[in-house]
């Protein structure tokens, strides 16, 4: 799996493992801008937008007046807050949403709020070698994702499970290696 590093380039600033880390990272006199996990990198980078580097990386929904509607990205305020002013509770799933934040018109909530649809499909890609390990397998998975989101559009969110013989999971913001490749981990020497 590639090593996390922290990633200044787009407003979103956030740690990411795509493989595309700048090679000074590696050559930077001490400085250490490559981690095994996400969370090291968020905090030693981005500790004050923890919330925003740590972001799930999938749908969750949550209450935006009287539907449960969903996204990806939230702000730091918006992240299972305890305060009353900023009360947000995330779920995985539209139904959930509804049963607990509308018991009273669960019916309602879930006539008026969004279906978020997900389906499996397989794609075969005839010249991709297989990959040699568990950070070429990550990598391939990151730039297919890309180019499948692309061209899905804005409201897609692709997420590759196999690579040849090898499965990939993701693992608090982590990808583990399976299959053909299990047991592999990224170290960056």
Request: proline share 4%; hydrophobic share 30%; charged share 25%.
């Amino acid at each position: 799996v590639a090593p996390y590093y922290p990633d200044w380039i787009y407003e979103t600033q956030v740690c990411t493992n795509d493989g595309f880390d700048p090679d000074w990272m590696t050559t930077n006199d001490g400085q250490i801008y490559l981690y095994r996990n996400k969370e090291e990198c968020c905090e030693n980078h981005f500790w004050w937008r923890i919330a925003q580097c740590m972001a799930n990386e999938e749908y969750k929904f949550y209450r935006k007046g009287e539907i449960c509607d969903t996204k990806i990205d939230f702000e730091h305020w918006e992240l299972n807050s305890p305060a009353s002013w900023t009360d947000t509770t995330l779920f995985d799933t539209v139904d959930e949403c509804c049963a607990n934040l509308f018991p009273y018109d669960y019916s309602g909530c879930m006539e008026r709020s969004p279906v978020l649809f997900k389906f499996e499909f397989c794609i075969e890609v005839g010249t991709l070698l297989p990959p040699i390990d568990c950070q070429t397998a990550d990598i391939y998975a990151n730039v297919l994702e890309s180019a499948i989101n692309q061209g899905l559009g804005d409201a897609s969110d692709a997420n590759i499970t196999r690579v040849g013989d090898a499965t990939l999971t993701k693992v608090d913001g982590s990808t583990e290696c399976g299959g053909s490749l299990g047991g592999q981990y990224f170290i960056n020497d």
